[in-house]
Nanobody, 130 residues
Framework: RVQLVESGGGSVQAGGSLSLSCELS?????????VGWFRQAPGAPRVGLGS????????TYAESVMGRFTLSQDTAKKTLSLRIDTLQFGDTAMYYC??????????????????????WGQGTQVTVSS
């Protein structure tokens, strides 16, 4: 069965950097897929951060994180990464990756909307402190 496992979260100081990973398993290697990253802070709605198409490597970002967040992938390792630079207190949240197989991410709206994705990880917590 398809599984997504996030890792790399933790407590980090404001101004620092952090890389989160999302490891995929249980799917047919070579199938096209779109992976999105989301976060949710306590009491707040889930927010789409960015997405990446595995075949083209094309990434899309929410305007609010452009320039600080970077998506990358290692298709051989079936691992996606989200790097966050210049961490801010507002980055404190649970971070999730999600996948949609046999599809492309589409436009920014589609890519950053949770309804595109059928599979979700359990999340990894990021806490930014002073």
């Amino acid at each position: 069965r398809v599984q997504l496992v996030e890792s790399g979260g933790g407590s980090v100081q404001a101004g620092g950097s952090l890389s989160l990973s999302c490891e995929l398993s249980g799917f047919i290697y070579g199938d096209p897929y779109c992976v999105g990253w989301f976060r949710q802070a306590p009491g707040a709605p889930r927010v789409g951060l960015g997405s990446i198409d595995n075949r083209s490597g094309k990434s899309t970002y929410a305007e609010s994180v452009m320039g600080r967040f970077t998506l990358s992938q290692d298709t051989a390792k079936k691992t996606l990464s989200l790097r966050i630079d210049t961490l801010q207190f507002g980055d404190t949240a649970m971070y999730y990756c999600a996948a949609s197989f046999n599809s492309l991410c589409g436009d920014r709206y589609s890519a950053l909307t949770g309804s595109l994705y059928s599979y979700w990880g359990q999340g990894t917590q990021v806490t930014v402190s002073s």
